[in-house]
Structures are given as C-alpha cells and as structure tokens.
C-alpha cells in the first residue's frame, strides 16, 4: 500500500464533524492512538464527554475563516456532510457541503498544514445533472487546487451505521444495500455498502503513510482496512 511516511511522535489532528457517525468512529481512534498528544474539534455542538487529549472549539462552521488563528495542527480529518432531507434550501446545501471542507483547504493551505483528509462521495462529478454529486465533484477540484502536499479525498458509497437522526429515505436505501452486497463481486465490488469504522480507519493509515493516489474509492478504502486487519 505503500511505505510509512511519517515516523513523528506528538502530533496535533483537527477534526471537523467528529459529531457525525464515521468522525465519531475517527474521533475515538485518534484519542487511542500515541502518535496524536493534541485532537482539536471545530463543531458547532460538544460532544459531551472530556479527554486529556480533547480540545473543543464551538463554532459556527460556515464562518471557519473566522477561527483560522486557533487552526493549527499536522493533519486536518473533514468529515462533514449533509442530505438533501435533513437541508433542502440548496444554498444551504452548497454553504456546508462545498463551502466548508473548501475554506478548511484554504486555511490548511493558508496555514502551511501539509494534510488534508476529507470525504467525498461515490460518483462526484463536477459535471453531473445529479446536484449531491456535481457539489461534491465541484468540491474535490477546489481542494485539489489548494495544493495542499498530502491531500487524500475519499469516495465511500452508502455508509452504514446506526445514524442518531431519522433519515427515512436512507434507512431504506442501507436495508436494500444489506442484500445487493452479496451479488456486488468484480469490478461491482465498489458499489457495496461500508461501514464508518472502515472509512474512519482508512483515513487514519492514510495520514500517516504515503499513498499513490488522491482520489481514492470505496473499494479501495476497504482494502485498505482489510490489509490493516490482517
């Protein structure tokens, strides 16, 4: 997969949507692992329990610019993201799922933090009729311009996991995934349903080791996790 690229004790990590289900997953990760001293939250909500690790910033995400001077770290993990249900003003829409993993680049950029990790999605296209995949093809060109050394975006079809909210339509759609995912094989195996925890994971070995490419896909996060496994 590739060699380890940073042997650095006591780093720093900035997650951005640690309240969500696979930055949840990410979050108690980093609190585990010894090469991280310092994980900074930039929420708009606590996540209700301390850690000696664990520094909380509440905020408005939509205004990250305004924050830039407390953004200091080796790594930021952008796992934000939303649904046409739970924000159906599209401007809305765009302001979180484009406007904040951009700005966060910008500052990365900006701030001389050298990687970069944030969750895309299957099928994001700059260019598609589809608006979920166009926001988030339009956002992965917009990062990638930021230059930032180590950029990984990564492209998980449906995640599944047990949500806090409601999402109806969702709940659905992972019920149908549980069986498609036994005829998904081949070149089909991309589209099977994943985990958080397998994301969450993947985005952590990627951190700290080099990785041939910067776009990577949902069968490829999986394997990641499954060598890991091993």
């Excluded at 598609?128 to 230059?147: Q, T």
Aim: hydrophobic share 40%; with cysteine.
């Amino acid at each position: 997969m590739g060699k380890e690229q940073f042997g650095l004790k006591e780093k720093t990590a900035i997650i951005l949507g640690a309240t969500g289900l696979t930055g949840g997953f990410l979050l108690q990760m980093l609190l585990k692992d010894e090469r991280y001293i310092r994980i900074k939250l930039f929420t708009r909500s606590s996540i209700g329990f301390s850690h000696p690790k664990l520094e909380e910033h509440i905020v408005d995400l939509l205004t990250l610019e305004s924050y830039k001077n407390d953004f200091l770290a080796d790594e930021v993990f952008c796992c934000i993201g939303t649904t046409k249900a739970k924000t159906p003003d599209t401007e809305m829409y765009r302001r979180i799922d484009f406007g904040i993993p951009v700005t966060a680049a910008k500052i990365c950029r900006d701030k001389g933090i050298n990687t970069f990790l944030v969750i895309s999605a299957m099928g994001a296209n700059s260019k598609s009729g589809v608006n979920y995949n166009r926001i988030k093809g339009e956002m992965e060109e917009a990062v990638l311009k930021c230059g930032i050394p180590n950029t990984y975006i990564l492209q998980p079809s449906l995640i599944g996991g047990k949500r806090d909210e409601k999402r109806i339509g969702e709940w659905i759609a992972k019920r149908f995934m549980k069986v498609l995912d036994y005829i998904l094989v081949g070149p089909l195996e991309k589209y099977r349903s994943i985990d958080p925890e397998v994301i969450a994971t993947a985005m952590v070995w990627l951190a700290n080791n080099n990785y041939e490419k910067t776009r990577i896909q949902s069968d490829e996060i999986r394997n990641i996790y499954q060598e890991l496994s091993k």
